[in-house]
């Protein structure tokens, strides 16, 4: 009778932190990438029902796609621990301006309009708590 060594079932070991990094840039870009495909090429179709212009929401396309873009490019170069933050802090300014808008109403959105923009927000605020994290536990290392 002979035996197979098995590999152990245990617990995966923590990823670190660059792979944190790359995974949180990524995840940004997988998000930011396909919301940005959706408001450039539905802008028409969108702006009634979220009381948007289809302008706005055609820029908001075009700027997503070219933030993933970005992403992209520093997913590639690495994703480096002070750019990263760079992002987040980024990310927390749109989370805020995001509120802003919510508040402020500038755009008079209808309730989809405020319930879209207070998701996005959401999204967005929990990449940038996840990569203010990864960017910290780089820098422990």
């Not at 245990?10 to 995840?27: E, F, I």
């Not at 919301?35 to 802008?43: K, S, W």
């Not at 590639?76 to 919510?102: D, E, F, K, Q």
Request: aromatic fraction near 4%; avoid cysteine; hydrophobic fraction near 60%.
């Amino acid at each position: 009778m002979s035996t197979t060594a098995t590999p152990s079932a245990g617990p995966l070991p923590a990823a670190s932190g660059s792979t944190r990094l790359m995974r949180w840039v990524l995840a940004d870009a997988a998000v930011s990438g396909p919301a940005g495909l959706v408001f450039l090429a539905g802008a028409a179709l969108l702006d009634g029902p979220l009381g948007v212009p289809a302008g706005v929401l055609a820029g908001a396309g075009a700027f997503f796609l070219a933030y993933t873009a970005a992403l992209l490019l520093l997913a590639r170069a690495g994703a480096p621990a002070t750019a990263v933050a760079v992002v987040a802090a980024g990310n927390l300014g749109w989370v805020v301006l995001s509120a802003v808008v919510i508040a402020a109403d500038p755009l008079t959105m209808t309730t989809a309009g405020h319930v879209v923009t207070a998701l996005q927000g959401v999204v967005v605020a929990l990449l940038a708590i996840l990569q203010i994290a990864a960017v910290r536990d780089a820098r422990r290392r």
